[in-house]
């Protein structure tokens, strides 16, 4: 009997020397993160959009600050669900990060019927980067003055589905604020999706199609050039490169506010020692003039977001959506 308690008691204590041996080299993996193995930013979409342009202002300075190599891959493919898929299956040890945005991370979980990741579950939110609005325009030669008076021409219009309205797909932020507008006023709309801005622009410019929400980034020059008038914004406060243009809220439609955010996520169980110098690096780089002058250029404003803020942030803007989306019966499958 003595003999078998005093090896139960020698069991436990290398059980316990184990545990605390393991702890500690998991806790040294951590302290020495990154060893200087590089460490992939992975752009959900193509190159060339706010996402990838981010990423790139990003990925230089992170590097230089944590002392290692930072690998921007380019995975675009279904509103961002195959890249956001590829972090979701990754390590989570540091060496893989995701830029995420409201139609990967929000959007696309009540968007389409089968998703190989949960934009909650699969990822731990790290930092986020900024929010802005969307621009409505309409051609420079529209009777459309006013949100009052693009309401108005809705609802005269609304035995053949209202005013047309592009994006640059189904599914996008600018899909969604038509979609948003619609569910909060009860007007309707006709979608036209495009495959891209460049060419839903050109349309609108043109006449061919009658409205369309996109950043300021992308219709802001057509406005200067006096081929676009700008209606409203999609935020609750005015944009400081336009800010003769009113807020949707202020044109008369209380409580309306949409922003098209960026920010960064890495894999579930990620560890928080790692989550949070990457969070402490990001935000010195968004508080530099530099960034923050690159941000404004996008129409966002940058955030100083928690990691915990940005979780519930996230989680509020999946319900909001899934409503949305539920109520306007959209599928993109």
């Known amino acids: 009997m003595q003999r078998r308690t005093l090896i139960q008691s020698s069991l436990a204590a290398s059980a316990l020397m184990l545990g605390a041996g393991l702890a500690s080299s998991s806790a040294l993996a951590q302290s020495s993160w990154p060893t200087g193995k590089s460490i992939t930013y992975l752009v959900p979409f193509p190159p060339g959009g706010n996402t990838d342009t981010l990423a790139r202002v990003i990925a230089q300075p992170l590097g230089k600050a944590l002392g290692t190599p930072m690998i921007i891959?380019?995975?675009?493919?279904?509103?961002?669900?195959?890249?956001?898929?590829?972090?979701?299956?990754?390590?989570?040890?540091?060496?893989?990060?995701?830029g995420g945005t409201i139609s990967s991370h929000a959007i696309n979980i009540s968007l389409y019927s089968k998703l190989d990741y949960d934009p909650v579950k699969s990822f731990t939110p790290v930092a986020m980067l900024g929010s802005g609005p969307l621009v409505l325009?309409?051609?420079?030669?529209?009777?459309?003055?006013?949100?009052?008076?693009?309401?108005?021409?809705?609802?005269?219009?609304?035995?053949?589905?209202?005013?047309?309205?592009?994006?640059?797909?189904?599914?996008?932020?600018?899909?969604?604020?038509?979609?948003?507008?619609?569910?909060?006023?009860?007007?309707?709309?006709?979608?036209?999706?495009?495959?891209?801005?460049?060419?839903?622009?050109?349309?609108?410019?043109?006449?061919?199609v009658d409205m369309m929400f996109d950043t300021a980034?992308?219709?802001?020059?057509?406005?200067?050039?006096?081929?676009?008038?700008?209606?409203a914004v999609t935020s609750s406060k005015r944009l400081e490169s336009l800010p003769d243009v009113p807020t949707i809220a202020e044109a008369g439609?209380?409580?309306?506010?949409?922003?098209?955010?960026?920010?960064?996520?890495?894999?579930?169980?990620?560890?928080?020692?790692?989550?949070?110098?990457?969070?402490?690096?990001?935000?010195?780089?968004?508080?530099?003039?530099?960034?923050?002058?690159?941000?404004?250029?996008?129409?966002m404003q940058?955030?100083?977001?928690?990691?915990?803020?940005?979780?519930?942030?996230?989680?509020?803007?999946?319900?909001?959506?899934?409503q949305v989306i539920q109520a306007a019966g959209i599928k993109a499958d």
């Not at 005269?156 to 189904?170: D, E, I, Q, V």
């Not at 990457?278 to 941000?295: D, F, N, S, Y």
């Not at 940058?302 to 899934?322: D, G, H, R, Y």
């Open 217 to 231: 980034l992308v219709v802001g020059p057509h406005i200067q050039a006096g081929k676009l008038r700008p209606i």
């Open 73 to 98: 891959e380019n995975k675009g493919g279904a509103g961002g669900s195959v890249g956001s898929a590829l972090a979701a299956r990754a390590a989570p040890d540091g060496y893989t990060i995701l």
């Open 302 to 322: 940058p955030s100083t977001m928690t990691p915990a803020e940005l979780a519930e942030f996230q989680k509020a803007e999946v319900a909001k959506w899934a």
């Open 137 to 208: 325009v309409v051609p420079a030669s529209s009777p459309f003055k006013t949100l009052v008076d693009v309401m108005a021409g809705s609802k005269a219009k609304s035995s053949s589905g209202g005013l047309t309205s592009a994006s640059p797909g189904s599914g996008t932020s600018n899909h969604m604020a038509l979609e948003l507008l619609a569910y909060q006023t009860g007007v309707k709309f006709t979608h036209v999706p495009y495959k891209g801005s460049g060419p839903a622009v050109q349309d609108v410019i043109g006449g061919q």
């Open 253 to 299: 439609e209380k409580g309306f506010d949409m922003g098209s955010w960026q920010a960064v996520f890495a894999p579930a169980g990620t560890p928080k020692p790692v989550v949070d110098r990457l969070h402490a690096e990001i935000m010195k780089i968004v508080a530099t003039p530099e960034v923050q002058t690159r941000l404004k250029a996008f129409g």
